[in-house]
Antibody, heavy 126, light 107 residues
């Protein structure tokens, strides 16, 4: 059974870079019909889509974060990662990784995010 | 970018009630609409994908309908474990967007 697990520092200082990794187990990150994504949820608020990455490295980002976000994939380790630079208190949130299914082999459209990590809390504070 | 608007933002209901939550997209998304359930401290759980397809393992009391810009999630007979927050999500185009959520509470 596919499982995702987020890891990384729980505390980041303002203006520094937040770095998280999602480890995929029970299946290959290189499967052709799936993107891998990051979503966050500030305390007491709704879900905020950050971005997605394909095993080839193709990426899509939320325009509101695009200037600060970088994602990468390491197929040898079955992991993908998120880096968010110049963080402020507004970036304090629970960060989730998830799998997003393509609706076809072309991946023009998508179905839902069917497998999620448990989430990791990141606090931005000095 | 496509905006998603859910209504109501909160809802009180009793066990056994039939409940409907609506979601509207700012432009047509065909049937690329998904519904999630989230309980406190947990990751969201996919309930419905492609507007009306039930995710494996999800009880049949959950159903979805709609296409274009207007969608609904219906719970036919509320169970105690259904009290949670529900989110819609469009996956027609990037940036993928969630609705603001509907909190379903016990009356």
């Amino acid at each position: 059974q596919l499982q995702l697990q987020e890891s990384g520092p729980g505390l980041v200082k303002p203006s520094e870079t937040l770095s998280l990794t999602c480890t995929v187990s029970g299946g290959s990150i290189s499967r052709s019909n799936y993107y891998w994504g990051w979503i966050r949820q500030p305390p007491g608020k709704g879900l905020d889509w950050i971005g997605i990455i394909f095993h080839s490295g193709s990426t899509y980002y939320n325009p509101s974060l695009k200037s600060r976000v970088t994602t990468s994939v390491d197929t040898s380790k079955n992991q993908f990662s998120l880096r968010l630079s110049s963080v402020t208190a507004a970036d304090t949130a629970v960060y989730f990784c998830a799998r997003l299914e393509c609706s076809s082999s072309s991946c023009w459209y998508f179905y839902g995010m069917d497998v999620w990590g448990q989430g990791t809390t990141v606090t931005v504070s000095s | 970018d496509i905006q998603m608007t859910q209504s109501p933002s909160s809802l009180s209901a009793s066990v056994g009630d039939r409940v409907t939550i609506t979601c509207r997209a700012s432009q047509s998304i065909s049937s690329y609409l998904n519904w999630y359930q989230q309980k406190p401290g947990k990751a969201p759980k996919l309930l419905i994908y492609a507007a009306s397809s039930l995710q494996s393992g999800v009880p049949s009391r959950f159903s979805g309908s709609g296409s274009g810009t207007d969608f609904t999630l219906t719970i036919s007979s509320l169970q105690p474990e259904d009290f949670a927050t529900y989110y819609c999500q469009q996956s027609h185009s990037v940036p993928i967007a969630f609705g603001q959520g509907t909190r379903l509470e016990i009356k």
